[in-house]
């Protein structure tokens, strides 16, 4: 992997558009993103370890008209400090899923092994900056290829096979994000 990526995301569902920025420094990845559209954006930060585990995020959106901010940090009990206050609600989620960005996927894809083409079954603290919720969530990934994933939620109400790079970055996520060259 490169010292600096740069990468970038279309969402005709959710009307977006992303430019986002890796960086490898010295104890794992810093990335930084720009979520926009045409009446708001949202920012987002993350620190990752070089076991592709969320260190911390800062995320700000006004996506839809007002400001939603949720920050988050691990301690080093591995549970989650959430906008200043403990949240054990969030024990056992190492990864984080932001919706709307496709590069979220990558974290337990960089993270997880896969093997044989096995699945996994993780936890998340999912952050809608739509709906402005956060909440722990159960989802499910398939190695179903070296460039495919099939990703669900749990309880199954949505699935979808991801087509990633060799980074494992996603290429295209049907109907919701399509890559885009920066």
Known sequence: ??????????????????????DVVED????????????????????ISEQ????????????TGTV?????????WKGWIVNGKPMPEFDGCIDIDILPT?????????????GAYNSHEILV????????????????YTKLSDSLYRFETVPKDFETNIEVDADGFVLDYPDLFARRHC
């Open 28 to 47: 794992g990845y810093e990335v930084n993103s720009v979520i926009e559209t045409e009446s708001g954006k949202a920012t987002f930060h993350i620190a």
């Open 102 to 114: 496709p590069f979220t996927n990558t974290l337990p894809i960089r993270r997880l092994d896969f």
């Open 125 to 140: 603290l999912y952050i809608d900056l739509i709906e402005k919720t956060v909440s722990r969530k159960k989802q499910v």
């Open 52 to 63: 592709w585990e969320v260190l911390r995020f800062d995320v700000v959106s006004t996506l």
């Open 68 to 76: 939603f901010e949720v920050h988050g940090i691990r301690d080093k």
């Open 1 to 22: 992997m490169k010292s600096r990526m740069e990468i970038g995301w279309d969402s005709q569902y959710y009307r977006t558009w992303e430019t986002l920025s890796l």
